[in-house]
């Protein structure tokens, strides 16, 4: 299970740390995923994080100003998310998958089998 927090509301430029909480299997090798989506929009991918946190990615229009991390200690992974426009107004999910080896990671939704019930983030103009 996941559990997301740390979404709130925000003035553009602002800043805002969300943590994704892991229980269950934890001590295997799992990828996690942030993967947003505002209201009448798809649902898109904003970064991810390896177990080891050598590989990550992050979506282009995020890109300088998210940072992903985690303590596998504490079974949490955060997005640090400075900068924020009001276009990363979304609900934030995150997601994870059990993988082959530490250092996976995956853009696409579909294979995440695990995801948190989300976090709303809004940034004001």
């Known amino acids: 299970q996941l559990q997301a927090s740390g979404g709130g509301l925000v003035q553009t430029g602002g800043s805002l740390k969300l943590s994704c909480v892991a229980s269950?299997?934890?001590?295997?090798?799992?990828?996690v995923g942030w993967f947003r989506q505002a209201p009448g929009k798809e649902r898109e991918f904003v970064s991810t994080i390896s177990w080891n946190s050598v590989n990550q990615d992050y979506a282009d229009s995020v890109k300088g100003r998210f940072s992903c991390s985690r303590d596998n200690a504490k079974n949490t992974v955060h997005l640090q998310m400075s900068s924020l426009k009001p276009e990363d107004t979304a609900m934030y999910y995150c997601?994870?998958?059990?993988?082959?080896?530490?250092?996976?990671?995956?853009?696409?939704?579909?294979?995440?089998?695990?995801w948190g019930q989300g976090t709303q983030v809004t940034v004001s103009s």
């Open positions: 269950g299997r934890t001590s295997d090798w799992y990828v």
């Open positions: 997601a994870a998958r059990y993988t082959f080896g530490p250092d996976y990671i995956y853009k696409k939704g579909d294979v995440y089998d695990f």
